[in-house]
């Protein structure tokens, strides 16, 4: 193969786009990620019952939570896996059984199939002085990386 005889020189580009930037979303808006599309519809914070509260210093959180899958396959949703809240200082929230007990929709988990949707609420327990919370839908298990959620 003959490439020439003279050689061609070009710059680079000044922005490779190889910086990853966290792009932070808000409540009620589609996130299309790996053929899913993630929706946090609402967020709440329930008080507790009388025989299910929060420890001292804690709140509940209740997101409600939408998955669609727009893709071409069978996609498995385990929220206790991959969803989570984190604060401005970073600290991690994962799901809390008790905050869970109270609230009257169940976990948005299932097999979706192509064009199938799921909706559920996944309860939390953070500190009441938290602030800045996100919710994170970890979509790693597919290799496809985080959605963020601000809540606040």
């Known amino acids: 193969m003959n490439l020439g005889g003279t050689p061609i020189v070009m710059d680079p580009p ?28 609402g967020v709440s914070y329930p008080s507790g019952t009388d025989f299910v509260k929060p420890k001292e210093d804690y709140k509940f959180v209740s997101v409600d939570v939408q998955v669609e899958n727009q893709g071409d396959s069978i996609q498995e949703i385990t929220s206790i896996v991959q969803m989570y809240l984190k604060d401005n200082t970073g600290e991690k929230y994962t799901f809390h059984l008790g ?37 994170v839908f970890d979509a790693e298990i597919f290799g496809f990386g985080k959605v963020f959620v601000g809540l606040e």
């Not at 932070?24 to 790996?34: A, F, K, N, R």
């Not at 199938?116 to 996944?122: K, L, V």
């Open 14 to 41: 000044s922005d490779l786009n190889l910086a990853h930037r966290q792009e932070i979303y808000s409540v009620g808006e589609q996130i299309e990620i790996t053929g899913l599309v993630i929706q946090v519809l």
């Open 99 to 135: 905050a869970q007990s109270i609230i009257d929709s169940g976990l948005p988990d299932d097999e979706l199939q192509p064009g199938e949707r799921i909706r559920g609420q996944i309860g939390f327990q953070v500190p009441t002085d938290a602030e800045g919370l996100i919710f």
